[in-house]
C-alpha cells in the first residue's frame, strides 16, 4: 500500500502533519465498538453510490417500550448535496470508532474528538490520492448534516428510555485547516459528537465488529449486513436461526424489492454468499411467507467464535489478577501520601495592581488596565487558560491583539490539546519534586522514601509515611 503523505490545506496550501503519537495498531482479532443505535436502524444504505435523488428512507421495527413491545420508524433525511449515507460511508464510520476508543481517557470519551486524515486513511487501506481526502472530507459534512427523525426509534442509554425527536450524528465539523475560533485554525480535524451519540458510547450501547474481516468484504449488501446480523443472530443465537421478511429486509439495506424468487435469490446471493465464504453465516435460504417472502439466515461458525472471544476477554476482565510482587511486612497501612495543591504561576489572590494575570494582558496584549481587572475578577480560571494557551496556537494575529484576548476569556475559546498535555505534565514535575523535598527533609527513611522496621518477631520494608506520630508505633532497625 502506498505510504500516507501529509494533507495539504486546498487554501494555503500547509501541510497536516502526520501523526506521530497515538498510531493505531489493529491485533489480528480485534472488534470495534460501534454505536448500536446507528448500526442497527439501517442508516447506511447498501450501496457505493451516492443517492442524491432519494427525499428519505424510512425503516419501521418493532421495539420494546414501557414494558410493551411495538412498532417504531426512524427516517434518514440525507443532505441534500451528499444524499443517504452509504457502505462507503459506513467503511468510514467504523475506522472512526476506531480512532474514538483510542481517544478515551478514563474510559470516558469527550468532545471534540481530533484526528488526521492520515490515520483515517491508514485504518481504511486507501492511498494519499487527493480524491480520497476529498471523499473523507465530503464523509464529515454529510455525518453533520444527515438528519434522523425518530419515532420512538432511538435508544437513550444514560435514560433507559427510546425516544421521539430528530438529531444529527455531528453536532459539529471542523476540517483541517479551518478556523476553529477567530484567528485560530484547526491543526487536525476536530468533530463534536451530539448528546445522544455520545452518551451511548460512553455507556456502552455498541456492538462488536471485527474489523479485518468487515474490510475484506466486497458486496454492498453484505458490508451493510454485518451490524445488523450482530443484533439479529445474537437475539436468536439459542435457535440457531434468524427470519425476517424480504420487505422488512430490503426497508434496512434500501435496495428494490422483488416479486419473483428467482430475482430475488439473483439479487441476494452475491452477498449472503459472500457472508458465508467468511464465516458470518452457515447458510442462508429464501422461502415463502404469510405475505410474500422471508430470508433465513443460520448463524455462522465465526458469529459462534467471535462471541465466545468476546466472552472469554469479558470474564478475563472480571477475573482479579494474582500480586505477583515480593510479600512485604504487613504492618497497619501508613496514611495516603498527601500532594500539595499545584501553585499556580498566577495567583489571583493578590492586588490588582501586583496580580502578574493583570500584569500580562496589560503588558503583553495590550488590554487596557481596568478591562484587564474586570476580566481577573470575574473570569480568573479562564484568563490563566487562555494566557497559557497563547503561546500554542499557530495564529498569526497583526492588530488588534487585545480584542482578540478580550474575547478569547469571554467566549471561553477552544484551546489546543497540548496546553492541556503540557498543564498535566506539569502537575506532574510540581508533585515529583514535593515528594522529593517531603522524603529528603525526612530522618527515618532512606532517599527512595523507605524504611526499615520491626514488630519485634519480623522485620520488614515500609513506604515512610514522613510523620514522626505515626512512625514511631514501628521502631526501626
Same mark, same amino acid.
Given at each position: 500500500?502506498?505510504?500516507? /503523505?501529509?494533507?495539504?490545506?486546498p487554501?494555503?496550501?500547509?501541510?497536516?502533519?502526520?501523526?506521530?503519537?497515538?498510531?493505531?495498531?489493529?491485533?489480528?482479532?480485534?472488534?470495534?465498538?460501534?454505536?448500536?443505535?446507528l448500526?442497527?436502524?439501517?442508516?447506511?444504505?447498501?450501496?457505493?453510490?451516492?443517492?442524491?435523488?432519494?427525499?428519505? @428512507?424510512?425503516?419501521?421495527?418493532t421495539?420494546?417500550r414501557?414494558?410493551?413491545?411495538?412498532?417504531?420508524t426512524?427516517t434518514? !433525511?440525507?443532505?441534500?448535496?451528499?444524499?443517504?449515507?452509504?457502505?462507503a460511508?459506513?467503511?468510514?464510520?467504523?475506522?472512526?470508532?476506531?480512532?474514538?476508543?483510542?481517544?478515551r481517557?478514563g474510559?470516558? !470519551?469527550?468532545?471534540?474528538?481530533?484526528?488526521?486524515?492520515?490515520?483515517?486513511?491508514?485504518?481504511?487501506?486507501?492511498?494519499?490520492?487527493?480524491?480520497?481526502?476529498?471523499d473523507?472530507?465530503?464523509?464529515?459534512?454529510?455525518?453533520a448534516?444527515?438528519?434522523?427523525?425518530?419515532?420512538?426509534?432511538?435508544?437513550?442509554?444514560g435514560?433507559?428510555?427510546?425516544?421521539?425527536?430528530?438529531y444529527?450524528?455531528?453536532?459539529?465539523?471542523?476540517?483541517?485547516?479551518?478556523?476553529?475560533?477567530?484567528?485560530?485554525?484547526?491543526?487536525?480535524?476536530?468533530?463534536?459528537f451530539?448528546?445522544?451519540?455520545?452518551?451511548?458510547?460512553?455507556?456502552?450501547?455498541?456492538?462488536?465488529?471485527?474489523?479485518?474481516?468487515?474490510?475484506?468484504?466486497?458486496?454492498?449488501? /453484505?458490508?451493510?449486513?454485518?451490524?445488523?446480523?450482530?443484533?439479529w443472530?445474537?437475539? &436468536?443465537?439459542?435457535?440457531?436461526?434468524?427470519?425476517?421478511?424480504?420487505?422488512?429486509l430490503?426497508?434496512?439495506?434500501?435496495? &428494490?424489492?422483488?416479486?419473483h424468487?428467482?430475482?430475488?435469490?439473483?439479487?441476494? $446471493?452475491?452477498?449472503?454468499?459472500?457472508?458465508?465464504?467468511?464465516?458470518?453465516?452457515?447458510?442462508?435460504k429464501?422461502?415463502?411467507?404469510?405475505?410474500?417472502?422471508?430470508?433465513?439466515?443460520?448463524?455462522?461458525?465465526?458469529?459462534?467464535?467471535?462471541?465466545?472471544?468476546?466472552?472469554?476477554?469479558?470474564?478475563?476482565?472480571?477475573?482479579?489478577?494474582?500480586?505477583?510482587?515480593?510479600?512485604?511486612?504487613?504492618?497497619?497501612?501508613?496514611?495516603?501520601?498527601?500532594?500539595?495543591?499545584?501553585? $499556580?504561576?498566577?495567583p489571583?489572590?493578590?492586588?490588582?495592581?501586583?496580580?502578574?494575570l493583570?500584569?500580562?494582558?496589560?503588558?503583553?496584549?495590550?488590554v487596557?488596565?481596568s478591562?484587564?481587572?474586570?476580566?481577573?475578577?470575574? @473570569?480568573?480560571?479562564?484568563?490563566?487558560?487562555?494566557?497559557?494557551?497563547?503561546?500554542?496556537?499557530?495564529?498569526?494575529?497583526?492588530?488588534?491583539?487585545?480584542?482578540?484576548?478580550?474575547?478569547?476569556?469571554?467566549?471561553?475559546y477552544?484551546?489546543?490539546?497540548?496546553?492541556?498535555? /503540557?498543564?498535566?505534565?506539569?502537575?506532574?514535575?510540581k &508533585?515529583?519534586?514535593?515528594?522529593?523535598?517531603?522524603?529528603?527533609?525526612?530522618?527515618?527513611?532512606?532517599?527512595?522514601?523507605?524504611?526499615?522496621?520491626?514488630?519485634?518477631?519480623k522485620?520488614?520494608? !515500609?513506604?515512610? &509515611?514522613?510523620?514522626?506520630?505515626?512512625?514511631?508505633?514501628?521502631?526501626?532497625?
Open positions: 500500500m502506498k505510504k500516507i /503523505a501529509p494533507e495539504a490545506d487554501e494555503t496550501h500547509e501541510l497536516e502533519p502526520t501523526p506521530k503519537a497515538e498510531v493505531v495498531t489493529i491485533p489480528s482479532t480485534e472488534f470495534v465498538q460501534v454505536e448500536k443505535n448500526a442497527s436502524m439501517g442508516f447506511f444504505s447498501a450501496t457505493t453510490t451516492h443517492i442524491k435523488d432519494a427525499k428519505s @428512507k424510512t425503516v419501521t421495527f421495539r420494546e414501557d414494558g410493551k413491545r411495538g412498532v417504531v426512524v434518514i !433525511v440525507p443532505a441534500a448535496i451528499h444524499g443517504l449515507p452509504t457502505t460511508d459506513q467503511d468510514k464510520w467504523i475506522a472512526f470508532q476506531k480512532l474514538v476508543e483510542s481517544r481517557r474510559g470516558i !470519551v469527550s468532545n471534540p474528538v481530533s484526528f488526521t486524515s492520515a490515520e483515517m486513511l491508514e485504518l481504511l487501506g486507501l492511498s494519499d490520492g487527493a480524491n480520497n481526502y476529498q473523507l472530507y465530503r464523509w464529515l459534512d454529510l455525518m448534516f444527515t438528519g434522523i427523525i425518530s419515532e420512538w426509534g432511538v435508544y437513550s442509554a435514560k433507559k428510555i427510546s425516544r421521539r425527536d430528530v444529527h450524528v455531528f453536532d459539529r465539523v471542523v476540517r483541517y485547516g479551518k478556523y476553529i475560533e477567530d484567528g485560530i485554525k484547526a491543526d487536525q480535524n476536530y468533530v463534536w451530539s448528546e445522544w451519540q455520545l452518551e451511548n458510547i460512553n455507556n456502552n450501547h455498541t456492538l462488536p465488529i471485527e474489523h479485518e474481516a468487515y474490510k475484506l468484504l466486497n458486496a454492498p449488501i /453484505a458490508k451493510a449486513l454485518v451490524p445488523l446480523l450482530q443484533v443472530l445474537y437475539a &436468536s443465537e439459542n435457535e440457531g436461526k434468524f427470519e425476517k421478511r424480504y420487505d422488512e430490503c426497508q434496512y439495506l434500501n435496495i &428494490s424489492q422483488y416479486q424468487l428467482s430475482k430475488i435469490k439473483e439479487k441476494l $446471493s452475491p452477498a449472503l454468499d459472500e457472508l458465508k465464504a467468511h464465516g458470518y453465516l452457515k447458510s442462508w429464501v422461502e415463502k411467507a404469510e405475505q410474500g417472502y422471508k430470508v433465513i439466515f443460520y448463524h455462522g461458525e465465526k458469529y459462534r467464535r467471535d462471541r465466545q472471544l468476546q466472552r472469554e476477554r469479558k470474564q478475563d476482565a472480571l477475573t482479579p489478577k494474582p500480586d505477583k510482587r515480593p510479600r512485604q511486612l504487613q504492618l497497619a497501612p501508613a496514611p495516603a501520601e498527601v500532594v500539595p495543591p499545584a501553585i $499556580s504561576a498566577w489571583v489572590s493578590s492586588p490588582p495592581l501586583e496580580n502578574p493583570v500584569t500580562e494582558l496589560v503588558a503583553t496584549f495590550g487596557d488596565e478591562k484587564a481587572r474586570e476580566l481577573v475578577s470575574v @473570569k480568573p480560571d479562564e484568563v490563566r487558560k487562555q494566557i497559557g494557551a497563547f503561546s500554542l496556537r499557530k495564529v498569526n494575529i497583526t492588530s488588534n491583539l487585545a480584542g482578540w484576548i478580550i474575547r478569547a476569556i469571554e467566549h471561553g477552544f484551546v489546543p490539546p497540548a496546553y492541556f498535555e /503540557a498543564q498535566r505534565k506539569a502537575e506532574e514535575t &508533585s515529583a519534586q514535593a515528594r522529593r523535598a517531603q522524603t529528603a527533609a525526612c530522618p527515618l527513611c532512606d532517599a527512595s522514601g523507605i524504611r526499615m522496621v520491626t514488630d519485634g518477631k522485620s520488614g520494608a !515500609v513506604k515512610c &509515611s514522613h510523620n514522626p506520630e505515626i512512625e514511631a508505633r514501628y521502631p526501626g532497625l
